[in-house]
Protein backbone atom coordinates (compact mmCIF):
# COMPACT_ATOMS: atom_id res chain seq x y z
CA UNK A 1 0.00 0.00 0.00
CA UNK A 2 0.89 3.51 -0.45
CA UNK A 3 0.16 4.64 3.02
CA UNK A 4 1.32 4.05 6.37
CA UNK A 5 -1.29 0.73 7.69
CA UNK A 6 -1.92 -0.28 10.72
CA UNK A 7 -3.73 -3.28 12.59
CA UNK A 8 -5.92 -4.05 13.81
CA UNK A 9 -7.76 -0.75 13.86
CA UNK A 10 -9.90 -1.24 16.54
CA UNK A 11 -8.97 -3.41 19.53
CA UNK A 12 -11.15 -4.47 22.82
CA UNK A 13 -9.38 -5.84 25.34
CA UNK A 14 -9.73 -6.84 29.54
CA UNK A 15 -7.92 -5.20 32.10
CA UNK A 16 -4.91 -6.78 32.69
CA UNK A 17 -4.36 -8.29 29.39
CA UNK A 18 -1.36 -7.93 26.88
CA UNK A 19 -2.10 -6.39 23.54
CA UNK A 20 -0.15 -5.94 20.46
CA UNK A 21 -0.54 -3.32 18.02
CA UNK A 22 0.89 -3.25 14.76
CA UNK A 23 2.89 -0.41 12.59
CA UNK A 24 3.76 -1.03 8.45
CA UNK A 25 5.41 2.32 7.77
CA UNK A 26 5.62 3.50 3.93
CA UNK A 27 7.98 1.76 2.00
CA UNK A 28 11.76 3.30 2.05
CA UNK A 29 10.85 5.26 4.91
CA UNK A 30 13.44 5.10 8.07
CA UNK A 31 11.82 7.08 10.59
CA UNK A 32 8.92 5.58 12.47
CA UNK A 33 7.24 7.26 15.51
CA UNK A 34 4.38 5.85 18.04
CA UNK A 35 2.12 8.60 19.17
CA UNK A 36 -0.66 8.17 21.19
CA UNK A 37 -4.18 10.41 20.91
CA UNK A 38 -7.50 10.70 23.87
CA UNK A 39 -10.21 11.73 23.06
CA UNK A 40 -10.27 15.68 22.19
CA UNK A 41 -6.58 15.91 22.77
CA UNK A 42 -3.49 16.36 20.30
CA UNK A 43 -1.05 13.26 19.51
CA UNK A 44 1.14 12.60 22.40
CA UNK A 45 4.35 11.09 21.19
CA UNK A 46 5.53 7.70 23.08
CA UNK A 47 8.75 6.61 20.54
CA UNK A 48 11.00 6.89 17.66
CA UNK A 49 12.73 4.44 15.86
CA UNK A 50 15.52 5.43 12.95
CA UNK A 51 16.00 1.95 11.50
CA UNK A 52 15.64 -0.85 13.78
CA UNK A 53 17.09 1.12 16.83
CA UNK A 54 15.02 3.17 19.50
CA UNK A 55 16.09 6.34 18.98
CA UNK A 56 13.95 8.15 21.33
CA UNK A 57 12.02 6.18 24.09
CA UNK A 58 11.21 9.48 26.13
CA UNK A 59 7.72 9.53 25.80
CA UNK A 60 6.87 5.85 27.06
CA UNK A 61 4.36 6.68 30.08
CA UNK A 62 6.52 2.86 32.02
CA UNK A 63 7.14 0.03 31.45
CA UNK A 64 4.13 -1.29 30.93
CA UNK A 65 4.81 0.02 27.15
CA UNK A 66 7.30 -1.28 24.70
CA UNK A 67 8.21 -1.34 20.92
CA UNK A 68 10.14 -2.89 18.81
CA UNK A 69 11.55 -2.99 15.10
CA UNK A 70 13.51 -5.55 14.00
CA UNK A 71 14.04 -5.12 10.77
CA UNK A 72 14.09 -1.38 10.29
CA UNK A 73 10.28 -1.75 8.60
CA UNK A 74 7.37 -3.08 10.89
CA UNK A 75 7.07 -1.89 14.20
CA UNK A 76 5.02 -3.19 17.12
CA UNK A 77 3.76 -1.37 19.88
CA UNK A 78 3.57 -3.91 22.87
CA UNK A 79 1.83 -3.34 25.97
CA UNK A 80 1.37 -5.65 29.24
CA UNK A 81 -0.86 -5.11 32.06
CA UNK A 82 -3.44 -3.24 29.96
CA UNK A 83 -5.07 -0.77 32.18
CA UNK A 84 -8.23 1.30 31.38
CA UNK A 85 -6.16 4.31 31.44
CA UNK A 86 -4.57 2.97 28.08
CA UNK A 87 -7.82 3.46 26.30
CA UNK A 88 -6.77 5.72 23.40
CA UNK A 89 -6.26 5.95 19.43
CA UNK A 90 -2.21 4.62 19.23
CA UNK A 91 -0.93 6.56 15.78
CA UNK A 92 1.63 5.40 13.99
CA UNK A 93 3.69 7.96 11.66
CA UNK A 94 6.73 7.39 9.45
CA UNK A 95 8.94 9.92 7.79
CA UNK A 96 12.04 9.75 5.02
CA UNK A 97 14.35 10.50 6.56
CA UNK A 98 15.32 10.88 10.44
CA UNK A 99 15.12 13.63 13.26
CA UNK A 100 11.84 15.63 14.32
CA UNK A 101 12.30 18.26 11.76
CA UNK A 102 9.97 17.34 9.22
CA UNK A 103 6.49 15.92 7.45
CA UNK A 104 5.44 12.89 9.34
CA UNK A 105 3.18 11.00 7.93
CA UNK A 106 0.60 9.17 9.42
CA UNK A 107 -1.99 6.32 9.21
CA UNK A 108 -5.01 5.36 10.46
CA UNK A 109 -4.68 4.74 13.96
CA UNK A 110 -5.60 1.80 16.07
CA UNK A 111 -8.31 2.45 18.17
CA UNK A 112 -7.98 0.76 21.81
CA UNK A 113 -10.37 -0.04 24.85
CA UNK A 114 -9.83 -1.25 27.64
CA UNK A 115 -12.63 -2.25 29.98
CA UNK B 1 4.32 18.36 28.03
CA UNK B 2 1.79 20.64 25.39
CA UNK B 3 4.31 23.60 23.71
CA UNK B 4 1.49 24.51 21.32
CA UNK B 5 -1.93 25.89 22.43
CA UNK B 6 -5.06 26.30 19.53
CA UNK B 7 -7.33 29.13 20.02
CA UNK B 8 -9.84 29.02 19.83
CA UNK B 9 -10.53 25.69 20.62
CA UNK B 10 -14.08 24.97 18.13
CA UNK B 11 -15.11 27.00 14.94
CA UNK B 12 -18.27 27.16 13.57
CA UNK B 13 -18.54 29.30 10.30
CA UNK B 14 -20.81 29.14 7.01
CA UNK B 15 -19.28 27.87 3.73
CA UNK B 16 -17.82 30.46 1.77
CA UNK B 17 -16.58 32.27 4.95
CA UNK B 18 -13.03 32.16 6.05
CA UNK B 19 -11.46 30.56 9.27
CA UNK B 20 -8.85 31.47 11.13
CA UNK B 21 -7.15 29.80 14.06
CA UNK B 22 -4.12 30.40 15.86
CA UNK B 23 -1.20 28.46 17.88
CA UNK B 24 0.89 30.11 20.58
CA UNK B 25 4.18 28.14 21.50
CA UNK B 26 6.58 28.30 24.72
CA UNK B 27 10.23 27.73 23.27
CA UNK B 28 11.89 28.59 20.60
CA UNK B 29 11.33 26.39 17.29
CA UNK B 30 12.74 25.32 13.91
CA UNK B 31 9.71 24.66 12.39
CA UNK B 32 6.33 24.35 12.95
CA UNK B 33 3.66 22.24 10.85
CA UNK B 34 0.18 22.27 11.10
CA UNK B 35 -1.87 19.33 10.09
CA UNK B 36 -5.57 17.87 10.00
CA UNK B 37 -7.59 15.61 11.01
CA UNK B 38 -10.69 14.40 9.94
CA UNK B 39 -13.09 12.45 12.64
CA UNK B 40 -11.60 8.79 13.38
CA UNK B 41 -9.07 9.69 10.81
CA UNK B 42 -5.31 9.86 11.10
CA UNK B 43 -3.49 13.08 10.52
CA UNK B 44 -2.66 14.68 7.57
CA UNK B 45 0.13 17.34 7.15
CA UNK B 46 -1.29 20.38 5.65
CA UNK B 47 2.14 22.57 5.74
CA UNK B 48 5.08 23.52 7.38
CA UNK B 49 6.81 26.71 7.70
CA UNK B 50 10.42 27.33 9.10
CA UNK B 51 11.09 29.64 11.60
CA UNK B 52 13.34 32.08 9.67
CA UNK B 53 9.92 32.31 7.29
CA UNK B 54 6.89 34.54 7.72
CA UNK B 55 4.44 33.50 5.28
CA UNK B 56 3.54 30.54 3.77
CA UNK B 57 0.88 29.65 0.97
CA UNK B 58 -0.48 26.18 -0.30
CA UNK B 59 -3.89 26.74 -2.19
CA UNK B 60 -6.84 27.93 -0.23
CA UNK B 61 -4.03 27.87 3.10
CA UNK B 62 -1.84 30.86 4.40
CA UNK B 63 0.31 30.49 7.44
CA UNK B 64 1.98 33.10 9.27
CA UNK B 65 4.61 32.65 11.91
CA UNK B 66 5.21 35.34 14.38
CA UNK B 67 8.72 34.50 16.51
CA UNK B 68 8.74 37.46 17.95
CA UNK B 69 5.21 36.80 19.43
CA UNK B 70 5.81 32.51 19.72
CA UNK B 71 2.49 32.69 17.45
CA UNK B 72 1.34 31.63 14.21
CA UNK B 73 -2.10 31.33 12.24
CA UNK B 74 -3.48 29.08 9.76
CA UNK B 75 -6.36 30.94 7.11
CA UNK B 76 -8.35 28.71 5.32
CA UNK B 77 -10.47 31.18 2.78
CA UNK B 78 -13.48 30.38 0.91
CA UNK B 79 -13.94 27.46 3.33
CA UNK B 80 -15.86 24.40 2.15
CA UNK B 81 -17.89 21.97 4.17
CA UNK B 82 -15.48 19.45 3.10
CA UNK B 83 -12.71 21.24 5.63
CA UNK B 84 -14.47 19.70 8.38
CA UNK B 85 -11.84 18.41 10.39
CA UNK B 86 -9.58 19.16 13.96
CA UNK B 87 -6.56 21.16 12.82
CA UNK B 88 -3.56 20.77 15.28
CA UNK B 89 0.00 22.65 14.88
CA UNK B 90 3.13 21.18 16.05
CA UNK B 91 6.54 22.65 16.86
CA UNK B 92 9.74 21.30 16.35
CA UNK B 93 11.62 22.88 19.33
CA UNK B 94 15.26 24.47 18.50
CA UNK B 95 17.02 22.91 21.37
CA UNK B 96 17.63 19.47 20.97
CA UNK B 97 16.63 16.97 19.09
CA UNK B 98 13.29 16.72 20.73
CA UNK B 99 9.79 15.04 19.21
CA UNK B 100 7.39 16.51 17.53
CA UNK B 101 4.79 18.23 19.84
CA UNK B 102 0.74 18.62 19.03
CA UNK B 103 -1.17 20.90 21.05
CA UNK B 104 -5.09 19.80 21.19
CA UNK B 105 -6.04 20.93 18.27
CA UNK B 106 -9.41 23.17 16.56
CA UNK B 107 -12.26 21.76 15.83
CA UNK B 108 -13.79 23.44 12.60
CA UNK B 109 -17.03 22.86 10.97
CA UNK B 110 -17.99 24.44 7.98
CA UNK B 111 -21.79 24.50 7.65
CA UNK B 112 -23.54 24.13 4.22
Known amino acids: GAGVSQTPSNKVTEKGKYVELRCDPI?????LYWYRQSLGQGPEFLIY????????DSGLPNDRFFAVRPEGSVSTLKIQRTERGDSAVYLCASSPSGGHTGELFFGEGSRLTVL | SQQGEEDPQALSIQEGENATMNCSYKTSINNLQWYRQNSGRGLVHLIL?????REKHSGRLRVTLDTSKKSSSLLITASRAADTASYFC????????????FGKGTRLSVIA
Open chain 2, 49 to 53: IRSNE
Open chain 2, 90 to 101: ATNQASGNTPLV
Open chain 1, 49 to 56: FQGTGAAD
Open chain 1, 27 to 31: SGHTA
